[in-house]
T-cell receptor, first 115, second 113 residues
C-alpha cells in the first residue's frame, strides 16, 4: 500500500519567495494533519482537516501560512512570503476517521530551507 | 487536558542489551497511547498503540510497552538492542475526542557496538 506521499522532499529558496508543499494522504483516510519539526520546538501541529474541512488551525504561526484541501486525495501548505525562520521539516500525516485511538501515518517530510 | 512526558532525552545502550524508554502521561480519562520511531531523514513510524485492550502491547521490531494506570506510565522496552534501533522515539497520547495527538519531546536512543 502506498503511504502518505509528500513533495518535494527538499526545497531551498530565498526569503520572500512563495513556497508550496504538497501531500497525498493514504487512500480512504479522511483526516489530514500538517506538522512542523524543528530542533528548538520539536514537533508542532499546524492544522488538521477532517473530510476536507479545516477543523483546527490554531497552530498556524501567522497569516503567511495557509493550507487547503480541495479534495480527499490532496492538500497543500503554502508560505507566502517565506522567511528564514520558516526553515524546518514539514510533515503531513493522515488517519482514518480522526477518532481517538486511530494512529496517524506520516510521510517522509519536506525539508525546507529559506536562505 | 492530556499531556505526555518522556523522562530521558537521551538513552545509550550497548548492542544486545535491554532497552527501556520511559514515558509518563496525564489524561482525564482512559487514554490512547502510542510510540512512534523516527529514523534520520524519515517520517515517524508507528511502533505500537494502546487503546484500552490488553495492558501489554506488542509492536514491531520486538518492541513492547506496558500500560500502568496506577503509575500513569507507558514505558517502551526491548529485550535486546540492535544497531538499527538507533533513532528518535516519541511517546504520544491522543487528545480528547478528536484525532489530534500530543507528542512528547522525544528520546534519542544511541546503540553502541
Amino acid at each position: 500500500d502506498a503511504g502518505v506521499i509528500q513533495s518535494p522532499r527538499h526545497e531551498v529558496t530565498e526569503m520572500g519567495q512563495e513556497v508550496t508543499l504538497r501531500c497525498k494522504p493514504i487512500s480512504g483516510h479522511n483526516s489530514l494533519f500538517w506538522y512542523r519539526q524543528t530542533m528548538m520546538r520539536g514537533l508542532e501541529l499546524l492544522i488538521y482537516f477532517n473530510n476536507n474541512v479545516p477543523i483546527d488551525d490554531s497552530g498556524m504561526p501567522e497569516d503567511r501560512f495557509s493550507a487547503k484541501m480541495p479534495n480527499a486525495s490532496f492538500s497543500t501548505l503554502k508560505i507566502q512570503p517565506s522567511e528564514p525562520r520558516d526553515s524546518a521539516v514539514y510533515f503531513c500525516a493522515s488517519s482514518l476517521e480522526g477518532r481517538v485511538g486511530q494512529p496517524q501515518h506520516f510521510g517522509d517530510g519536506t525539508r525546507l530551507s529559506i536562505l | 487536558a492530556q499531556s505526555v512526558t518522556q523522562l530521558d532525552s537521551h538513552v545509550s545502550v550497548s548492542e544486545g542489551t535491554p532497552v527501556l524508554l520511559r514515558c509518563n502521561y496525564s489524561s482525564s480519562y482512559s487514554p490512547s497511547l502510542f510510540w512512534y520511531v523516527q529514523h534520520p531523514n524519515k517520517g515517524l513510524q508507528l511502533l505500537l498503540k494502546y487503546t484500552s485492550a490488553a495492558t501489554l502491547v506488542k509492536g514491531i521490531n520486538g518492541f513492547e510497552a506496558e500500560f500502568k494506570k496506577s503509575e500513569t506510565s507507558f514505558h517502551l522496552t526491548k529485550p535486546s538492542a540492535h544497531m538499527s534501533d538507533a533513532a528518535e522515539y516519541f511517546c504520544v497520547v491522543g487528545s480528547g475526542n478528536t484525532g489530534k495527538l500530543i507528542f512528547g519531546q522525544g528520546t534519542t536512543l544511541q546503540v553502541k557496538p
